[in-house]
């Protein structure tokens, strides 16, 4: 049988800070076919911070960007909405699922804590210039 690691980083109690960003568990091994709902779990505590962004790193690579949880609302990436979903609030937490794991999926999977923006624009406008600042700091730290 073929498993799949889910490595997350950091691991629990690694972070002093009370304004630290937390996900549990450091790893999780599954089967092709089998289901992560409510399993991959991202906390924070930081104030004015309702988005939780997501990314992917496999084999040691750059990170993709996988999109964000805006309170209630999950944003996936269009490549990747058919395979993941997000889940919570994003001021305190997010889950990240997967109705059914493949070996693509096998990856270490990281959050982020984003600041609160202006919830009347139309998602369009605000979602852009998001998304390309993200891709600059990825790129500019490898
Ligand atoms: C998110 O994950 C945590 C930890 O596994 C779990 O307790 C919680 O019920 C999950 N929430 C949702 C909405 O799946």
């Not at 993709?64 to 979903?85: A, F, R, T, W």
Request: hydrophobic share 30%.
């Amino acid at each position: 049988m073929i498993v799949f690691l889910f490595l997350l980083f950091p691991p629990p109690n690694a972070a002093a800070s009370s304004y630290s960003v937390q996900q549990t568990p450091s790893s999780l091994i599954k089967s092709p076919g089998q289901s992560v709902l409510g399993q991959i779990y991202c906390s924070h505590s930081i104030p004015n911070h309702d988005n939780i962004l997501w990314y992917k790193q496999d084999g040691g690579g750059a990170l993709k960007y996988l999109g964000y949880l805006n309170m209630q609302h999950g944003y996936p990436e269009d490549d990747v909405k058919e395979i993941l979903s997000f889940s919570g609030n994003g001021e305190t937490h997010s889950n990240l699922s997967f109705p059914s794991v493949s070996r693509d999926d096998s990856a270490v999977y990281f959050c982020a804590a984003r600041r609160a923006q202006c919830s009347r624009k139309p998602r369009r406008q605000r979602k852009n210039p998001d998304h390309a600042a993200a891709r600059r700091h990825i790129r500019n730290q490898r």
